[in-house]
Structures are given as C-alpha cells and as structure tokens.
T-cell receptor, first 110, second 114 residues
Framework: GQQVMQIPQYQHVQEGEDFTTYCNSS?????IQWYKQRPGGHPVFLIQ?????EVKKQKRLTFQFGEAKKNSSLHITATQTTDVGTYFC??????????FGTGTSLTVIP | DAGITQSPRHKVTETGTPVTLRCHQT?????MYWYRQDPGHGLRLIHY???????DKGEVSDGYSVSRSKTEDFLLTLESATSSQTSVYFC?????????????FGPGTRLTVT
C-alpha cells in the first residue's frame, strides 16, 4: 500500500534559523497537502499542491512538489516561536481518503 | 472549524469495556473520518463515511466499528477497549471548492484505557 514518510521526525532550531521538512511517497501522488498541528491542538490545513514542480509561498513558508510528484518539502525561513508545532503532509488515496505522513515536530528555541 | 464537535473530550476507561465516541457536524458534509494519533505514527485512518449508512474501513480498523444513522453524527465504537487503543482520536470532514479539498478536524478526544 501507499506509504508517506516524513523526515526528520523532530527538529530543534534557534529562533531565526531556517527549517525544512521532507515528505516522500512510495507512489505518485495526484496532489499533496500540508497541515500544521499546534501542541495540544488539532491539524489545520495549510496548502495543497497539484502540479509537478509546483512552488507556493505563504509569507515565510515555501512549499514544493517534486517533478515526479512523489516528494514534497516545506521550508520555513527565519523561524519564530509561533511556528512551533507538528507539520504533516498528506497524500490522497482512492475514495477520498488521505494518507498522512508521520509528521515533523518543530521546536523553536527563543 | 466547520462546526465539528467531539464528545467526550477526555475519557478514562478500563480494559474490556465498550466505549463510544461521537463526532457531530452542523454543515451537512457528506464525508466524515475517524483518525487516531499516536507518537511516531502520525494520523492513521480508522474508518470513514461517505454518506448515511455508508462506511468503509481505513488503515487501522481492527477493534473498531462505526455507525452513521444521520448526516450530522458519526460514531466510533470500541467494542472491548484494550490498552493499545489508548490514543487521541480525531474526527474530520472534507470540504472545499475548485479542486482543493481540505480536511477540517474536530478538537479531538483523548482516550486512556487502563
């Protein structure tokens, strides 16, 4: 079955440093979504990427979808304490199901 | 938050007892999902529903059953709870337009099986 792996599992950064999480799928994806979950909260949708090689930006966040549509990345420039949380990627699996990656937990040290 | 509520929010139960978690939505969404979240595993799909009385299994459905007798409610039942079912359970719906379909999650239920 489809597997979506994320690395790293944990990342500690000093405030102001950059952060990147990577998502890799065993199969080609029609699209990929990213979610953020604050500590103690629930996942919240960030973005969806559809096209091969697509790059989208949301302020300090940059999302990329690989050319082969099997991998994706989320890059945060100059992290802030408000970026703390766990970031998940999710790929569709037939029938309106989504397969979530294992997540990357980001800690920002002030 | 797409009007999703979950009840109870916290529950402690003993091994072998039945437990039912409720997800309620107010916006008439067709698709509803139950996930469990455990450290190192991310979110794993238990069951989902694509309409009243229409449900299907997800990745980790063993030990769980679901029911959806009306659009707004999706129930998750643990027939005989085990310690391995200690987890945080999230309900979700899917909604969107223009080819972008987002999942909206409820606040979660923290279940502890002792």
């Amino acid at each position: 079955g489809q597997q979506v792996m994320q690395i790293p599992q944990y990342q500690h950064v000093q405030e102001g440093e950059d952060f990147t999480t990577y998502c890799n799928s065993s199969t080609t994806l029609s699209n990929i979504q990213w979610y953020k979950q604050r500590p103690g909260g629930h996942p919240v949708f960030l973005i969806q990427l559809v096209k091969s090689g697509e790059v989208k930006k949301q302020k300090r966040l940059t999302f990329q979808f690989g050319e082969a549509k099997k991998n994706s990345s989320l890059h945060i420039t100059a992290t802030q304490t408000t970026d703390v949380g766990t970031y998940f990627c999710a790929g569709p699996q037939g029938g309106n199901q989504f397969y979530f990656g294992t997540g990357t937990s980001l800690t920002v040290i002030p | 938050d797409a009007g999703i509520t979950q009840s109870p929010r916290h529950k402690v139960t003993e091994t072998g007892t039945p437990v039912t978690l409720r997800c309620h939505q107010t916006e008439n969404h067709r698709y509803m999902y139950w996930y469990r979240q455990d450290p190192g595993h991310g979110l794993r799909l238990i069951h989902y529903s694509y309409g009243v009385k229409d449900t299907d299994k997800g990745e980790v459905s063993d030990g769980y059953s679901v029911s959806r007798s009306k659009t707004e409610d999706f129930l998750l039942t643990l027939e005989s709870a085990t310690s391995s079912q200690t987890s945080v359970y999230f309900c979700a719906i899917i909604a969107g337009t223009g080819g972008v379909y987002e999942q909206y999650f409820g606040p979660g239920t923290r279940l502890t099986v002792t």
